[in-house]
């Protein structure tokens, strides 16, 4: 019997179609298998173990910074409306609903920040295992941050703790504290299709690849440093040099072509037993009973930013497409204060922050702090926090305009003021730690003079 020609057809189809799928099978699950579509991130592993710090955006509380219920109001306290810490310098901010503070500033604030290679001409490395005590001179790197290097802003910081209620099946309880980088990348060709698709399964349509390198926020051992081959370096840092650990080995190669930095780009941790001591406008150890220090914030421990006078500026600004309201996160405070007049902080010498009363008779402690100067502006707060995009004009020209108000910093704008910590007790290292929580409320204990130096 002679098979007809739609019954020839129909075989043919049925074997290209198993031919088809045998290809597929073949050649794309081994592909899937080099290169899943939602890749393992360190993130999930840590998740077993550790918990995220901080606020998510949908709870923000800044989310209505805009709203005229932080403006001062007769009879009502003004209070910690929001807090922030910036692990790694320059980039994307973690906002906490509570916060230690130590002499160096709020726990975990500026820890790292990135430099490049500044001249090829400079100084050596100093080996683990000398003498860095004495600073070197020309350091052979810079530090960068928003003012010359705006993508910053779009390097994202999650913080890990330990978490003592959750255990690991496979790896029991884990300790350690990390930090996990991780920046806008996607390579070319079909990795880059594969990892496109996968941010879309994992983080939503709006999702975008990602490259991520993990750090201990514990400083290393002289035996861990040189096992991962970390070298002491002098990095400058504004007008000085800086003294601390170059972890470049831990940088991806990615992350500098994404920022746009043609030389080589690493990452440095400062020594907790190399902090710099602070003076300038800072309070003296015989009158602190302390001296104050800092990792890598530019002056002071602690920046506090009043939400009412960032939209009094704000009325002053310039609109256009790139710049629709002024974004409180500009100004890279730690702590943002609502409920106050505009330009209150401008006298301010001494404050002190406590819990709300539970009744007319309580009488809480609080957390004290001096009050150093105002916070002399530079062009940072161009760059938009949410996409690293620098306007070019404002704020700087507004501040400039209508915040020259220091005789110490001529034709520069203020916002804001540098705080150092005040502790009741300064006689056992353990005694230098306060604590601050989004909601208490401000007591101004002093009034004066500010003159920048």
Known sequence: ????????????????????????????????????????????????THTKVGIPAS??????????????????????????????????GIEVGHSKVLPKGLEFDRLFAFA???????????PSGEDRTEPKKNPQWEVITLRQVPLLANIKID????DVSKTSRQLG????????????WRDSGLKGIIQWISAKLSRGLSGTPEKEFMLSIDF???????????????TSFFAKSVYALNMRNE??????????????????????????????????????GYQPVIDFQDAYPLHLLNLTSVRALESKVQKDDNLQFLDARRFRPNIIV???????????????????????????????FDVSCRTVRCKLPNVDPATGIRHKVEPDNSLRKYRNIDEGAPKSGCMGMQLCPIFPKTDDPEDLELSLEVGMEIKVLQRGHHLAL
């Not at 910690?80 to 790694?88: E, G, M, R, T």
């Not at 913080?159 to 330990?162: D, S």
């Not at 309880?173 to 806008?184: H, M, S």
């Not at 209150?344 to 008779?361: G, L, V």
Request: charged share 25%; hydrophobic share 40%.
């Open 1 to 48: 019997m002679i098979p007809q020609i739609s019954e020839v057809v129909a075989l043919f189809d049925l074997t290209a179609i198993i031919l088809l799928l045998t290809t597929v099978i073949v050649f794309v699950i081994p592909i899937f298998i080099l290169f899943p579509p939602i890749p393992v991130e360190r993130s999930d592993a840590l998740r077993q």
């Open 220 to 234: 290393p051992s002289p035996d861990e440093i040189k096992a991962a081959g970390y070298q002491y370096e002098d």
């Open 173 to 184: 309880r884990v300790g350690g504290r990390f930090i996990v980088i991780r920046f806008p």
């Open 116 to 126: 490049r290679q500044k001249s090829k001409a400079a100084s050596a490395p100093v």
């Open 59 to 92: 709870q923000s509380n800044l989310r209505t910074q805009t709203s005229l219920e932080h403006d001062y109001q007769p009879g009502k306290p003004a209070k910690i409306q929001s807090l922030y810490i910036y692990p790694v310098k320059s980039c994307r």
């Open 159 to 162: 913080l890990w703790l330990p």
């Open 251 to 288: 940088v991806p190669p990615e992350l500098g072509l994404y920022l746009g930095v043609t030389v080589p780009v690493t990452i440095f941790m400062v020594d907790p037993d190399q902090r710099r001591e602070v003076f300038r406008n800072a309070p003296r150890k015989a009158d602190a």
């Open 338 to 368: 609502s409920g106050l007049k505009a330009y209150d902080e401008d006298d301010w010498r001494s404050i002190e922050f406590s819990q709300p009363p539970q009744s007319a008779t309580d009488k809480l402690s609080g957390s004290k």
